[in-house]
């Protein structure tokens, strides 16, 4: 630790102190179980910087990726279960409500059900709750064979020929079959069909990859939807034409796989709202106990595109969604503020935020640092910043990607509370 202060991104005047040694009793607080953590053999180091206290360990870690397998569903930018799991079990109780205004794919909602807790979410993206909610309560293989023998396979039209360039033509018509169907049959938000929303879920997840566990010819990954004209490109450099796949096999594989570990408890009263998380209004004031969540790095991934063949086929606009790219670090922190007045209204007294964000532009941008001082003024107390240094990335590099790997190397999570007052 005694070259941090000569980083580049780490002020000459910081203080770090010594590790801190492990407490013979059980931590009294979540503060003491940061400072007396040592799970994976290395002590927590208490750092100060520009007046905000870090303290950096292996908290979660690379070996403990084996997390429950309804996780396994793609999106960009989502953080591991392990995360939101470490602040649920230590912050709340069950039956407590965890809240993420970012829910993304569902990582800290579905983590939050498996562990006995109440859940919320929103996300400005439709297809978010497509996502989410069919995980969030129990489901049979049995049930999704059954919906599936409903599906009509052989009406399905092709309706966009330029699909082709991902898809045979045999699997484009099973795709549109299934489309049409799901659009006519899998119900509204009020009224859905809880084994129509799983298939939907699953069908989202596997139109295009790189195996043949996808319904795609090789492709990017399923969270990174790429253009025709770039399909296009990497057919002709790979020589390759779009295989026939069997749609109903791949949606029955990949639920196996999903429910391989046991299915859960429904999360009873679940909300999930689609709005900006700065405008939550279909969260019920001081009803959270916790929030774990982590928003988009400023214009790092562009949903839009990554998600227009998902959107395709779940008959989403993709013009009304407002996504916004937030392309300066004041236009982010200014997002970041609103959302944390809206948490102020939404969260508990004596709740808490952990608000994660991770490395971008290379270290040079500490997101931190701007969650800080956007909760300036708010009543929330701003406690410190937890950061979760995994195996591969030392101790001294936390300030800044230096081990030739790119990506984000460290968590930090902004730990707030809500006020009493």
């Known amino acids: 630790m005694d070259d941090l202060a000569a980083l580049p991104l780490f002020s000459t005047t910081a203080s770090v102190s010594q590790p801190v040694k492990a407490a013979q009793a059980a931590p009294l607080d979540f503060l003491s179980d940061i400072r007396t953590f040592r799970e994976f053999g290395t002590e927590t180091v208490n750092i100060t910087d520009g007046g905000i206290p870090y303290f950096v360990n292996e908290f979660w870690t690379a070996g403990q990726r084996q997390s429950h397998s309804i996780h396994e569903i793609s ?3 989502c953080f591991k279960a392990q995360l939101p799991a470490f602040f649920i079990s230590r912050l709340t109780r069950p039956d407590d409500r965890v809240y993420d205004p970012f829910m993304g794919r569902g990582t800290t909602l579905v983590e939050a059900a498996l562990l006995g807790r109440r859940v919320a979410g929103n996300d400005i993206n439709p297809l978010s709750k497509l996502l989410v909610r069919p995980r969030l309560k129990p489901l049979s293989l049995s049930a999704v064979a059954q919906v599936l023998d409903r599906v009509p396979w052989r009406q399905g039209v092709i309706e966009h020929p330029d699909l082709l360039v991902f898809f045979s033509e ?6 549109s079959a299934l489309r049409r169907w799901l659009i006519d049959n899998a119900g509204n938000d009020r009224d859905v069909d809880p084994a129509a929303d799983w298939v939907r879920m699953i069908a989202l997840n596997r139109l295009t990859g790189h195996s043949p566990g996808f319904f795609s010819v090789y492709t990017l990954p399923p969270n990174q939807a790429v253009s025709v004209k770039a399909q296009m490109k990497i057919n ?3 020589s390759q034409v779009p295989p026939d796949r069997d749609v109903k096999a791949i949606i029955l594989k990949k639920t196996r796989t999903l429910l391989s570990d046991g299915g859960q408890r429904e999360s009873a009263d679940a909300i999930l709202s689609t709005a900006s998380a700065d405008d939550a209004r279909d969260i019920p004031a001081q009803s959270v106990d916790l929030v774990v ?4 790095f400023l214009d790092i991934v562009q949903y839009a595109e990554d998600n ?5 086929f779940a008959d989403i606009d993709l013009s009304t969604v407002r996504i916004a790219h937030h392309r300066t670090e004041a236009n982010w922190s200014e997002m970041v503020r609103r959302t944390l007045i809206d948490l102020a209204r939404i969260v508990k007294p004596g709740g808490h935020v952990a608000f994660e964000v991770g490395e971008v532009r290379k ?9 800080w001082q956007a909760a300036e003024g708010l009543p929330f107390e701003k406690l410190f910043v937890v950061v979760n240094s ?3 990335t030392k101790t001294a590099n936390c300030w800044g990607v230096s ?14 509370k809500r006020r009493k007052d």
């Open 363 to 371: 270290g040079k941008v500490l997101l931190e640092r701007l969650v």
């Open 308 to 312: 227009w063949l998902r959107c395709w």
């Open 75 to 77: 999106y960009r930018a």
């Open 403 to 416: 081990n030739n790997s790119g990506g984000t190397n460290t968590n930090r999570i902004v730990m707030l």
């Open 170 to 175: 045999n699997t484009l018509r099973q795709i």
């Open 293 to 296: 969540t982590s928003p988009p």
């Open 390 to 392: 995994q195996e591969f």
């Open 236 to 238: 002709e450099k790979r």
